[in-house]
């Protein structure tokens, strides 16, 4: 049975990714994240432990759209790129999935 996301308050992070590979450090401890593109352009996203890079590989992220992922127990990074740019809104969290 899915339960429905329950953010970590006060933990939103606003990123504008970019055509070059960006990250955000995350909550190692949180379960899930939620993931916003209020932009128009597909984002592409990689979570990990350390430094991480995002390619057009990675997990997309159309514009206009939402998404919740699980995340691994001390993954602590999000790397983000968009060829076209966009803004991309990041919520750690848990449940949702």
Do not use: W, Y
Not at 56 to 65: F, K, N
Request: charged share 15%; hydrophobic share 35%.
């Amino acid at each position: 049975m899915q339960t429905a996301f329950n953010p970590n308050r006060g933990a939103n992070q606003v990123a504008t990714p970019a055509a070059a590979s960006a990250s955000i450090s995350l909550d190692p401890r949180a379960k899930s994240i939620r993931l916003v593109n209020s932009g128009v352009n597909v984002c592409h996203v990689r979570v990990g432990t350390g430094a991480q890079t995002a390619t057009t590989a990675d997990l997309p992220i159309r514009g206009g759209s939402e998404i919740v992922v699980r995340k691994g127990d001390g993954e602590d990074t999000l790397a983000h790129i968009s060829a076209a740019g966009t803004t991309l809104h990041i919520q750690t969290g848990e449940g949702g999935i």
